[in-house]
Nanobody, 126 residues
């Protein structure tokens, strides 16, 4: 079965950086667009970023543009999210997800993914 395992979360001060990883198994990783989402307590799920199957296209939510970078290593079946200039409002549980075949599509942020990881907590202190 498909498994997605996130890692790399933690506690960091405002202005700091973290790199999240998501290792996938049970699927042909390089066939699929992948995404990162987050959800803070009491808030709706937010689409952060999406990357196409070969990494040629990337998309970002407005709140993270210029600060976060999504990437993937298809040889390692791993998705990454480099997060710089972190702010307290970035505090949330972060999830990776399988978006769909090849491309992100126009509705990736709203539609979410077909498979999800268990999440990794990111906490940014002020």
């Amino acid at each position: 079965q498909v498994q997605l395992v996130e890692s790399g979360g933690g506690l960091v001060q405002a202005g700091g950086s973290l790199r999240l990883s998501c290792t996938a198994s049970g699927l042909t990783f390089d066939y699929y667009a992948m995404g990162w989402f987050r959800q803070a307590p009491g808030k709706e799920r937010e689409g952060i970023s999406c990357i196409s199957w070969r990494g040629g296209s990337t998309y970002y939510g407005d709140g993270v543009k210029g600060r976060f970078t999504i990437s993937r290593d298809n040889a390692k079946n791993t998705l990454y999210l480099q997060m710089n200039s972190l702010k307290p409002e970035d505090t949330a549980m972060y999830y990776c997800a399988v978006i769909g075949y090849a491309s992100c599509g126009e509705s990736w942020s709203r539609a979410g993914g077909s498979y999800w990881g268990q999440g990794t907590q990111v906490t940014v202190s002020s």
